[in-house]
């Protein structure tokens, strides 16, 4: 049976897009035939030989940037346009007493104070919140 790859090619599992090089084809007992990979982290994996794939360099590039994407990006590009307009209604403001001086109280809003840190820490990460 040809699988379209050999021991010492790059491959890729479908399922879970793991990528390495084929170090061994074996068939345990009561199942079908496996593939062994050695990862780059030096780890060892293996599945069955039918659920990989043969990868060139473009496509293990293309795989790592999308396995390297923030899940806070892909979450915001599946968001629809309705949702996101209704968005900052939906904020539940925390507001908190707080005790400044003897008869002196003032009220804050956490979730003003929370704004700013996370567009700080967006800032920090080089991703561009809120444009």
Known sequence: MS???????????????????VIKFYTPTACEQQTMILCDDG?????????????????????????SR????????????????????????DYRNVKVAEGMTITIDLEDLKKPLVESHYKQIGLNYGA
Do not use: N, W
């Open 43 to 67: 780890r060892k994996y293996h599945a069955p030989s039918i659920t990989f794939v043969k990868v060139s360099e473009l496509e293990e590039e293309i795989v790592s940037k999308i396995k």
């Open 3 to 21: 699988l379209g790859y050999d021991i010492g090619d790059r491959v890729m599992q479908i399922d879970d897009k793991v990528i390495g090089e």
């Open 70 to 93: 923030p899940p806070q990006l892909a979450m915001a590009a599946d968001m629809p346009i309705t949702q996101e307009a209704t968005q900052p209604l939906l904020v539940p403001h």
